[in-house]
């Protein structure tokens, strides 16, 4: 990745052991695949030591799926879906990837994160940022939830925000600490 760029524009590809909504594609074994290499409307490749992967549809909404390296373009593919315990994940967005190749693709992915934990999951990175620069408690209470939510004195000490903002910070060392995998699994 090109770190001149935002986070937003960076194309990021992760592993297929770590995030199951990665279409995994192989050379067609069956005779009954009508789709190559060189067909995907791929609009951002990049080789990797474990194969080429390539992010089909539009920033918002695409699919990726990684090849097996060294397949020729003209090949016929077909996915590999793993009989595991994500593998209703790994079909959905197996849909996804192949309705985006039959037309505009939907606007959202197999376990994308709701609106609701989107939000929850910036205050809990903005917790960690706070607890790392040093900010007590009830300053990052005030910097997430303002300074006129937060009680003065000692009322804080059993307010529900001193419990929320504790929850926010511990949950956020756990995600900095490689529990944002979890963000991957269903």
């Known amino acids: 990745m090109d770190p001149r760029q935002a986070a937003g524009e960076a194309e990021v ?4 052991s770590l ?11 069956t005779g009954l695949a009508t789709t190559t290499a060189s067909s995907l409307p791929a609009r951002h490749v990049r080789r990797g030591d474990d ?15 990684v090849s097996c390296d060294g397949l020729p ?12 315990a994500s593998a209703p994940t790994r079909l959905e967005a197996l849909g996804h990837f192949w309705r985006g190749l039959a037309g ?12 609701a934990r989107r939000a929850r999951l910036s205050l ?8 790392h ?45 490689g529990g944002y995998r979890k963000l991957l699994k269903p």
């Open 13 to 16: 590809y992760w592993l297929p």
């Open 19 to 29: 995030d199951p909504r990665i279409v995994q594609l192989v050379g067609d074994t």
């Open 51 to 65: 194969g080429a992967y390539a992010k089909v549809g539009p920033p918002t909404g695409s699919s990726t799926a």
């Open 73 to 84: 373009p003209d090949v016929l593919l077909m996915a590999l879906v793993p009989l595991d």
């Open 104 to 115: 505009p693709p939907s606007s959202t992915l197999p376990g994308d994160i709701s609106p």
């Open 124 to 131: 809990t990175l903005r917790a960690v940022d706070g607890r």
């Open 133 to 177: 620069a040093r900010a007590t408690r009830r300053e990052i209470a005030e910097a997430l939830f303002g300074p006129e939510a937060v009680p003065d004195g000692v009322a804080f000490d059993d307010h529900h925000l001193r419990s929320r903002t504790a929850r926010l910070i511990r949950d956020g060392l756990a995600m900095v600490a």
